[in-house]
DNA sequence: ACAAAACTTGCAACTCTGTTGCAAGTTCTT
DNA sequence: AAGAACTTGCAACAGAGTTGCAAGTTTTGT
């Protein structure tokens, strides 16, 4: 493990420093997508937030993380799996909000349907967020 | 306008004030979604934020407007035309944010199709929300 | 192995967003 | 027209996110 986050880091041309390894670690330790709060808490305070903020952003731009649109609007990452990279995210898949253990998901396996928009928009983008009962809370 | 605007309220045993009456008056002649932003800027400051926030509220409770999860995840707010009420939202149509003109429209003429989830998942909701380049701006 | 260059971090200070309690004001009911 | 019910503005606060800067760490080149 160790060993696989330093070599994330350095494909992305990023300096392996305590802070970056250990909320890597974090993400690829962890099955649902995390809030920037989750991970103050699970590194025990032991960064500054504006470190937290800036290591989040760094991972988002390098293509490490992708974020996630939640319908109460506040803001969840989680891994790329897609080999995405510098501004070119590629994973087109669904992501499922449990409303009753509040975990967020990828669902790798559903990607997001095409759908036909009226003549005249152009299509860039499309985000799908199923809210339900998780698999495991059923 | 005026007329239909006291009406909407009455209907919904809401009190018919001016702030309420103005900020149904901005959306009724919107025909993009309002963020609580756009609202102050709109009503040229005339009304507390608290208020402006207030009403928001109460109107998402009735069912008035609905809000947008956009893809930055800042929160939008528009009229549903579907006829919603007290907590039960019905309007299942697809979002759309243009990336030129920033505009955040309801594309009513499109459901949001259904999506088959991995067994043991129970979905209660999905928003879609496409980002690209809108008519106008096209 | 070392020094210099390049990059990262923590801190302090700040802005922006949203929330709450309360008293004064307005709207609705009779 | 008066009282009850509801709405508003204010002040105070909590939380989320940003920025500049100096000190600290990592990387690179010798
Ligand atoms: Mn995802
Ligand atoms: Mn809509
Ligand atoms: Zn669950
Ligand atoms: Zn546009």
């Known amino acids: 493990m160790e060993e696989q986050i330093q070599k994330i880091l350095k494909h992305n041309q990023l300096s392996v420093t305590g802070g970056r390894t250990k909320i890597l670690e974090l993400f690829l330790a962890q099955d649902d997508a995390l809030a920037h709060a989750d991970i103050e808490r699970k ?43 510098e501004g ?19 669902i790798d396996e559903v990607s997001v349907p095409v759908v036909n928009l009226p003549a005249g928009y152009k299509v860039e983008q499309i985000q799908m967020i199923v809210t339900g009962v998780c698999k495991d809370c059923a």
Chains 1, 2 share one sequence.
């Open 88 to 106: 070119h995210h590629h994973d087109h898949h669904v992501h499922f909000m449990c409303s009753v253990c509040g975990k967020t998901l990828c």
């Open 43 to 85: 590194t025990g305070e032991k960064f500054d937030r504006v470190t937290v903020y800036r290591t989040l952003q760094t991972f988002l731009e390098k293509g490490i993380i992708h974020s996630i649109p939640t319908a109460d609007n506040s803001v969840k990452y989680a891994l790329c799996k897609d080999n995405c990279s």
